[in-house]
């Protein structure tokens, strides 16, 4: 049973490592922000799975019923409030990448910092 | 039963994610991105979290895909991959592999697991995440608020000033993206006269000409309409 | 979209459908899964279907640019006021038991009203950013 338990917590981890080295090793800023949000829902996965109970009932009381254990409201809670918080700065940050590709032309990092080197030479 | 949907479902998640680390083309890896987040979204109903579990594909499915959709219509869809050349014959090469963000990457990984070989069991009532506040959301909710949906009374009640919080950096992101992609010059030493009249065109995208040339003789601004009339008026 | 038949009709057949569940979810969230987030994006999808089927000019004609924008303020005023009068009844802020004449009553108006301060900026806040992001770029709109 602890392996099963584990199961879940190592596929976490991947989830966030795949999220995490996208977001290091590519240059195109659209695909830094896909690694980035891939990052952001395993974390959110993690955050949910350590307020489950098993054999638990969604967090809505059932009127007038007795011994009904419930998932813990709390994290459900938080999480709400940090997808709506990511969903806008991921807003924002479309919003800046549509203004560098009108400034600079393109969207590769490694292009625009050679355009910025060459325009400070 | 459970174990096996979570099982499949996780497994699922794997690989998308790893199919969205293969990608080239960003239209195909932002519907593998809509996929990644429908599949969160079962997970989070498997778990018991039926309001993240909306919220996640409302928002994370629904308007993060519509959002990256319009960012790469504006931008364009393709990643430059290194070119090979090979020869006189210069062929795209297949996407790089950095071993430096690799290394990183395995041993913060290899950290991370080390860590969860000492978490909790998982789905145990005895975690050290329920006690505290928990039951007393769950125990007086019915006495002090009276719904049933205990994360709606723990929201909008008990952590009203979070819901407070979240709603103003709602709001604030909305002005951050009004502020960037309306084309408002900024005002330098000149003051008023360097504002100019793109500046209160652009801010309201529909009305055009509307808002200009009040103040100035009436006459034609430089988009060649008389100050007043709308683009386009009339049936598009 | 002027000849895909299918999409338009099928469209104007949703759209009132998606803005109903939408409303349904808003004031449902007392008894099952919803609230003021999820009913607001449901609510901004169904103009952003709408825009994306009949063009962005008549989604325009339908909600103006400048309607949604006062919404995206309108609602976080809605809940600052709900929390300033309870203030000025003598309680703490945003402490609902003074809004109506014993404490259940209050907390039940002041989640209805809290949620509907949400769903409006929710609303507003979508509905602006998908206008500014179709809109750019384009000189006819």
Redesign the interface.
């Given at each position: 049973?602890?392996i099963?338990?584990?199961?879940?917590?190592?596929?976490f981890?991947?989830?966030?490592?795949?999220?995490?080295?996208?977001l290091?090793?590519?240059?195109?800023l659209?695909?830094e922000?896909?690694g980035l949000?891939?990052f952001q829902?395993a974390v959110?996965?993690f955050y949910?799975?350590?307020?489950?109970?098993?054999?638990?009932?969604?967090?809505?009381?059932?009127?007038g019923a007795e011994g009904i254990?419930?998932?813990?409201?709390?994290?459900?809670?938080l999480?709400?409030?940090a997808?709506?918080?990511g969903?806008?700065?991921?807003?924002?940050a479309?919003?800046?990448?549509?203004?560098i590709?009108e400034a600079y032309g393109t969207?590769?990092g490694d292009?625009i910092a050679d355009m910025d080197t060459a325009s400070e030479a | 039963m459970d174990l096996i949907i979570d099982f499949a479902l996780l497994a699922l998640l794997a690989l998308t994610s790893l199919a969205i680390l293969r990608q080239t083309n960003l239209f195909a890896a932002v519907t593998l991105l809509a996929i990644f987040s429908f599949t969160s979204a079962a997970l989070f109903t498997v778990m018991d979290a039926v309001d993240v579990a909306f919220t996640e594909a409302a928002v994370g499915a629904g308007f993060s895909t519509v959002l990256l959709l319009a960012t790469l219509s504006l931008v364009g869809g393709g990643v430059k991959t290194p070119q090979v050349r090979i020869v006189s014959l210069t062929i795209q090469a297949p996407i790089r592999r950095p071993t430096f963000p690799l290394v990183v990457v395995l041993i913060t990984g290899g950290i991370l697991v080390y860590g969860t070989l000492d978490m909790p069991p998982f789905g145990d009532p005895d975690n050290p995440v329920h006690r505290h506040v928990a039951d007393h959301y769950l125990l007086d909710s019915e006495e002090e608020i009276g719904i049933p949906n205990v994360v709606t009374s723990v929201l909008a009640s008990y952590r009203g000033y979070d819901t407070l919080g979240e709603a103003t950096v709602v709001f604030t992101a909305a002005v951050g993206v009004i502020v960037l992609l309306s084309g408002l010059r900024r005002r330098d030493s000149l003051g008023e006269e360097a504002w100019g009249e793109e500046g209160l065109h652009d801010l309201d995208p529909g009305l055009g000409a509307s808002y200009s040339g009040h103040d100035e003789t009436s006459g034609e601004d430089e988009k060649g309409e008389r100050p007043g009339e709308r683009p386009g008026g009339g049936v598009p | 979209m002027s000849d895909q038949v299918i999409l338009r009709v099928t469209t104007k057949i949703l759209v009132p459908a998606i803005l109903l569940f939408a409303l349904y979810v808003q004031f449902h969230a007392d008894f099952g899964p919803g609230g003021g987030f999820q009913a607001g994006v449901v609510f901004a999808a169904g103009f952003i279907l709408y825009a994306m089927v009949f063009g962005l000019r008549r989604a325009q004609q339908v909600l103006p640019s400048w309607v949604s924008r006062l919404c995206a303020s309108l609602g976080v005023l809605i809940f600052i006021a709900v929390g300033s009068y309870s203030m000025f009844r003598g309680a703490h802020f945003l402490d609902y038991s003074v809004l109506g004449h014993d404490p259940l009553e209050g907390q039940h108006i002041g989640i209805l009203l809290i949620e509907i301060g949400v769903l409006v900026t929710v609303l507003g806040v979508i509905l602006s950013i998908f206008y500014f992001f179709a809109a750019r770029g384009r000189e006819d709109l």
């Open positions: 049973m602890r099963l338990g584990l199961y879940n917590y190592w596929v981890v991947f989830l966030m490592m795949v999220g995490f080295y996208i290091i090793s590519r240059r195109n659209i695909q922000i896909l949000t891939i829902t959110f996965i949910i799975s350590m307020g489950s109970i098993s054999g638990a009932e969604p967090p809505i009381l059932v009127p254990v419930y998932a813990n409201p709390l994290p459900h809670v999480i709400l409030t997808i709506v918080v969903v806008s700065t991921m807003a924002v479309l919003a800046l990448v549509v203004r590709k969207i590769e292009e | - | -």
